[in-house]
Nanobody, 124 residues
Framework: QLQLVESGGGLVQPGGSLRFSCAAS????????IGWFRQAPGKEREGVSC????????KYADSVKGRFTISRDNAKNTVYLQMNSLKPEDTAIYYC?????????????????WGQGTQVTVSS
C-alpha cells in the first residue's frame, strides 16, 4: 500500500520551532516532488512549501519565507519541513503530498498521494 505518513506536529508557543517529517512507505520518493500544505479552521487548504525530486528546486509561500525550510533525504525516503519563529496564524493541519514530476508546485491539483495530516497549534 502506498502511503505518506507525517509526524512532528503538536502544540508550541509563539516563536517556537517544530520539525515535520514526511515518510513514504510502499514506494520510493526519489522521483517525486513533495509539497507541504496546510488548512486552518474555516480556510481553504494552501500550499506552504515544495521541493523537487532532485532537491534543487524549493518554493515557499510568502507567509513562511525565511521561517520554514524544506529538505529531503532520499536515502531515508523522507522529506522534512523545519518551521521556526512560529506564529499563531501557522496553526493548521499540515499535509504532505507527492507528485511524480521533476519540478514542484504549491498548487495541489496534480499531487497523487497525500498523508493523513498532522495538527500544529501555536499558542501561548
Amino acid at each position: 500500500q502506498l502511503q505518506l505518513v507525517e509526524s512532528g506536529g503538536g502544540l508550541v508557543q509563539p516563536g517556537g520551532s517544530l520539525r515535520f517529517s514526511c515518510a513514504a512507505s510502499g514506494f520510493t520518493l526519489d522521483y517525486y516532488a513533495i509539497g507541504w500544505f496546510r488548512q486552518a479552521p474555516g480556510k481553504e487548504r494552501e500550499g506552504v512549501s515544495c521541493i523537487s525530486s532532485s532537491g534543487l528546486i524549493t518554493k515557499y509561500a510568502d507567509s513562511v519565507k525565511g521561517r520554514f525550510t524544506i529538505s529531503r533525504d532520499n536515502a531515508k525516503n523522507t522529506v522534512y519541513l523545519q518551521m521556526n519563529s512560529l506564529k499563531p496564524e501557522d496553526t493548521a493541519i499540515y499535509y504532505c503530498a507527492a507528485e511524480s514530476v521533476l519540478w514542484c508546485t504549491l498548487k495541489e491539483g496534480g499531487y497523487d498521494y497525500w498523508g493523513q495530516g498532522t495538527q500544529v497549534t501555536v499558542s501561548s
